[in-house]
Structure formats: structure tokens, C-alpha cells
């Protein structure tokens, strides 16, 4: 015979009672955050708002400028279409004018960006594996010239490099903005810091237990691990390399080695100098055809690039 259940007014009969009273039971919340269902912040999202329109309202005005004659860039208004649409003329004329000297700027840049960030992001996949694989003498050193080489600006070493290459006889030529390219500080960084948890000691040791050599424990073993940090290497590289302005100033005089930041430039200042011919629309479409590569260069690359910037930021 079950034992009648002792109710204390305005408690339900089910709720759990221990040896000195009721148990209080928990108040459930009403708003359970996850990682599926994160937490909204309004400040958060306003300031997010603010820096995506600081970063695509340049990008708008560009491409609706580039849709504009000479004469609509100064009778309408910044963010909206002139009456004529004159993006494909524009477009053509860049390509035409000064006898075509557009096509061999961007050759130039293509040929910087391949040699001088290409040649970079090899040296600095070298550099970190071996940096972070292998235990040699000088290895700090080598840590503490690597951290005080990456805050030094680029700028500061532009004129000692300039009266270095000077002496050698290298100013004026591809070569004086090549060779300094080969340099990246941060890449060499940034590849040393993904080697060290991308690459399993374990997974080397075995490939040397099997015969592999160095080399080809490298390239068989490490490389393909190293995919995304490479990918975000070259991506950095790339972009200084495709955006530098200071260094090809000092070094080259000669248009004709110009790459397409320092010919842009040219073009820009034409309508100052003496009997010049104002072509800012030629400028604003050249400026838009400089950034295609590299947008679509992130778009299409941006899974690898992302995962080797968070590379490292889980210890497991």
C-alpha cells in the first residue's frame, strides 16, 4: 500500500522535495546561445556596417567612374551613372593610348609579381620549414632578426637600397625591383609559425624510417601540408608586390619598365604639367582593371588563405 504524498499549498504534487524541504528547481533560460546559435550584438553589427561601407564605397565609386567620359567625371555625381555609358570605350582607349603603353606596365607588374613574389613565397616556405623543423645553432638569432625585420617599414630601406644597387650597377633594370621583393620577413614568419603545427614530427620520422631523404620527405611529406600556408603567403606577396609604389620610384627612371602603380601615377599628373592631356578616366578605368586580378585572386583562393590565418589559434 502505497503511502499518500505529503502537498504543500501552491506546489505541484510532482516536484522533488529532499530530506529538509522542497528542492528549488533551476529557472530555465530563455535565451540559449551556441555555436549555432550565437549571440547578437548590435554594437557589433553596426560597427561591422560601418567598416564594410568604408571598404566597398571606394570600390562603388570606382566602377561607376569608370563608366564616364572625361567630361561626365566632372558634371555628375560621384556615386551615381552619367547619361553616356562609355565603360567599353574607356576600357579600349586604356588599352590604345600612348601607343599601347598600358599593356607594357602590366607586363611589367606581372612579370615583378611572378619572380619577385613567387621567388619570396619559395624562400620563405624553405626558411620556416627548416626553422621550425631542425634544431641548429643560432636558431634565436635567427628568431630575433626575423621579429625586428618584420617591423621595420619598407620605406626606410628603400634608400640604402637604392645607393646599393646603385653601386652595383643594377638601378634602372627589372632587377633592382625584383631582388628586393625576394624578401619577405612576414611570410618567412607567418610560414614558420603554420610548419610548426602543420607538419607531425611523427609523420617525418616515419618518412625517414621508410628512406626518405630530406628533400623528399619536403616535397612528398611537408609540401602538401603546407598548401595553406603557402597559399597565404603568396597571397601577402603577391599583393605587396603588386601594390608597391616607393621602391619602383627610386629605383626605375624608364617608363617602359614601369609597373602599373607608378604608370597610373604618370597618367594622374599628365593634366598638371605643361600642354598635358587631362585623362582621368583613363586613370579611374586603369585603376579598376589593376584590382580585378587581385579580387579574383582572393575569391577564388580565400578557403586556403583563411584556414592558414587561423592556423595555430586551436592547441589541441
Given at each position: 500500500?502505497?503511502?499518500?504524498?505529503?502537498?504543500?499549498p501552491?506546489r505541484?504534487?510532482?516536484?522533488?522535495?529532499?530530506p529538509?524541504?522542497p528542492?528549488?528547481r533551476l529557472r530555465?533560460s530563455r535565451?540559449?546561445?551556441s555555436?549555432d546559435?550565437?549571440?547578437?550584438s548590435?554594437?557589433?553589427?553596426v560597427?561591422?556596417?560601418?567598416?564594410?561601407l568604408?571598404?566597398?564605397v571606394?570600390?562603388v565609386w570606382?566602377?561607376?567612374?569608370?563608366t564616364?567620359?572625361?567630361e561626365?567625371l566632372?558634371?555628375s555625381?560621384g556615386?551615381?551613372?552619367?547619361g553616356d555609358?562609355?565603360l567599353w570605350?574607356?576600357?579600349a582607349?586604356?588599352?590604345?593610348?600612348?601607343d599601347g603603353?598600358?599593356t607594357r606596365w602590366l607586363?611589367n607588374t606581372?612579370?615583378?609579381?611572378g619572380?619577385?613574389?613567387?621567388g619570396?613565397?619559395?624562400?620563405?616556405?624553405?626558411g620556416?620549414?627548416a626553422l621550425a623543423?631542425f634544431?641548429?645553432?643560432?636558431?634565436?638569432?635567427v628568431?630575433?632578426?626575423v621579429?625586428?625585420?618584420?617591423?621595420?617599414?619598407?620605406t626606410?630601406l628603400a634608400v640604402?637600397?637604392?645607393l646599393m644597387?646603385?653601386?652595383?650597377g643594377?638601378?634602372?633594370t627589372?632587377?633592382?625591383v625584383?631582388?628586393?621583393s625576394?624578401?619577405?620577413p612576414?611570410?618567412?614568419y607567418l610560414m614558420w609559425?603554420?610548419?610548426t603545427?602543420?607538419i607531425p614530427a611523427e609523420l617525418m620520422?616515419?618518412a625517414r624510417?621508410?628512406?626518405?631523404?630530406?628533400?623528399?620527405?619536403?616535397?612528398t611529406?611537408?609540401?602538401?601540408?603546407l598548401?595553406?600556408?603557402?597559399?597565404?603567403?603568396?597571397?601577402?606577396?603577391?599583393?605587396?608586390?603588386w601594390?608597391?609604389y616607393f621602391?619602383?620610384?627610386?629605383?626605375?627612371?624608364?617608363p617602359?619598365?614601369y609597373?602599373?602603380?607608378?604608370?597610373?601615377?604618370?597618367w594622374?599628373?599628365q593634366?598638371?604639367?605643361?600642354?598635358g592631356?587631362?585623362?582621368?578616366?583613363?586613370?579611374v578605368?586603369?585603376?579598376?582593371?589593376?584590382?580585378l586580378?587581385l579580387?579574383?585572386?582572393?575569391l577564388?583562393?580565400?578557403?586556403?588563405w583563411?584556414?592558414g590565418?587561423?592556423?595555430?589559434?586551436?592547441k589541441?
Amino acid at each position: 500500500m502505497t503511502s499518500p504524498v505529503a502537498t504543500v499549498p501552491g506546489r505541484s504534487a510532482a516536484e522533488p522535495s529532499g530530506p529538509s524541504g522542497p528542492v528549488p528547481r533551476l529557472r530555465a533560460s530563455r535565451h540559449r546561445h551556441s555555436a549555432d546559435r550565437p549571440r547578437r550584438s548590435v554594437l557589433l553589427t553596426v560597427l561591422t556596417s560601418l567598416v564594410l561601407l568604408y571598404s566597398l564605397v571606394p570600390l562603388v565609386w570606382l566602377a561607376v567612374s569608370a563608366t564616364k567620359t572625361q567630361e561626365g567625371l566632372s558634371r555628375s555625381a560621384g556615386l551615381w551613372f552619367d547619361g553616356d555609358f562609355a565603360l567599353w570605350d574607356n576600357i579600349a582607349e586604356t588599352f590604345t593610348y600612348d601607343d599601347g603603353v598600358f599593356t607594357r606596365w602590366l607586363l611589367n607588374t606581372l612579370l615583378y609579381v611572378g619572380l619577385g613574389a613567387g621567388g619570396a613565397t619559395f624562400l620563405a616556405v624553405l626558411g620556416g620549414y627548416a626553422l621550425a623543423k631542425f634544431d641548429f645553432p643560432g636558431r634565436r638569432a635567427v628568431f630575433a632578426v626575423v621579429i625586428g625585420a618584420v617591423a621595420v617599414p619598407g620605406t626606410a630601406l628603400a634608400v640604402p637600397t637604392f645607393l646599393m644597387f646603385s653601386k652595383m650597377g643594377l638601378t634602372n633594370t627589372p632587377w633592382a625591383v625584383i631582388i628586393p621583393s625576394l624578401i619577405s620577413p612576414f611570410g618567412l614568419y607567418l610560414m614558420w609559425v603554420f610548419a610548426t603545427e602543420a607538419i607531425p614530427a611523427e609523420l617525418m620520422e616515419a618518412a625517414r624510417i621508410d628512406g626518405a631523404g630530406e628533400v623528399r620527405t619536403f616535397f612528398t611529406v611537408a609540401l602538401p601540408l603546407l598548401a595553406p600556408g603557402i597559399v597565404t603567403v603568396l597571397l601577402f606577396t603577391m599583393v605587396a608586390t603588386w601594390n608597391n609604389y616607393f621602391l619602383p620610384l627610386v629605383m626605375l627612371k624608364d617608363p617602359d619598365w614601369y609597373p602599373l602603380t607608378l604608370g597610373l601615377n604618370a597618367w594622374n599628373q599628365q593634366a598638371a604639367t605643361a600642354g598635358g592631356e587631362a585623362v582621368f578616366n583613363l586613370v579611374v578605368t586603369g585603376s579598376l582593371l589593376t584590382i580585378l586580378p587581385l579580387v579574383v585572386a582572393f575569391l577564388l583562393l580565400q578557403k586556403y588563405w583563411q584556414s592558414g590565418l587561423a592556423a595555430g589559434s586551436v592547441k589541441e
